[in-house]
């Protein structure tokens, strides 16, 4: 769902923003309403899509139940077993397209940074770990992923390889996926009333560098901030990061 390409922020850095499962990118999009609006004037958010039909969340549907159709980044039981091949090609077929047709209607920025909740989070962790490790199988010049945000994101890390149709689970080297640790920056987003934040701190500890991991706790539950005093303190922490892996300067 890119954005309007007459709009200000078509040469601006790109985010890549990432749905929970069972909702997709307009519901998402609309979620990160007060997110979007503080961040625009300083990056462009772009809202893929997940690649698997799903059936909607609970807290979906009391809301959103006209937004259908409803999709997910991870294939939903009671489907058939998908390889997990299958489910990386798909993956990042699904991101590379919603880059490409950004990229089509007049944006130019580079993809700076990735945004995600819930399921949408283990994926942008995925993706940054993927970017450590070698890349994502785009152009570097138009794709250098510096730093993630991760709202009531959960581990495991989804092993997505090096690239389309490359191996999975193991870094160049051969380490296993569940060996290595999250050295780009991370910023985590956690709602202290959340049922599942002892799963987010999880995702924190133990995928990612403590050195370059940065909190922000706030009192809410399974969802996006949308009160501007919490939302604030996120678009705090991630001009702050941003600032310091140089994808903004210090005066912007």
């Given at each position: ?6 709009d200000e ?93 950004d990229d ?107 050195q370059t ?40």
């Amino acid at each position: 769902m890119p954005a309007n390409p007459t709009d200000e922020t078509r040469h601006r850095p790109r985010i890549l923003c990432l749905h929970g499962g069972g909702t997709n990118a307009r519901i998402f999009r609309a979620q990160c309403r007060v997110l979007h609006g503080l961040l625009s004037p300083h990056f462009r958010l772009c809202f893929a899509e997940g690649p698997f039909p799903c059936t909607p969340g609970t807290d979906v549907v009391s809301v959103y139940r006209d937004f259908g159709a409803f999709k997910s980044w991870i294939p939903q039981p009671p489907d058939p077993i998908v390889p997990p091949e299958i489910i990386a090609d798909r993956i990042l077929g699904a991101l590379h397209r919603t880059m490409e047709e950004d990229d089509r209607s007049g944006a130019d920025g580079k993809w700076l940074a990735v945004l995600g909740f819930s399921q949408g989070a283990r994926l942008a962790a995925s993706l940054l770990l993927q970017h450590q490790l070698g890349g994502t199988g785009r152009d570097e010049d138009e794709v250098d992923f510096r730093f993630a945000v991760l709202i009531a994101g959960r581990g495991p890390i989804i092993p997505l390889g090096l690239g389309l149709g490359l191996g999975l689970g193991a870094d160049p080297t051969g380490t296993s996926i569940a060996a290595l640790s999250l050295s780009l920056p991370t910023i985590h987003i956690h709602g202290l009333q959340d049922p599942g934040l002892t799963y987010h701190r999880e995702l924190l500890e133990r995928y990612c560098d403590p050195q370059t991991a940065e909190v922000v706790e706030w009192q809410g539950d399974h969802r996006v901030p949308i009160k501007l005093k919490d939302a604030r303190r996120v678009v705090d922490a991630v001009l702050r990061v941003a600032r310091q892996t140089g994808c903004l300067s210090w005066d912007a």
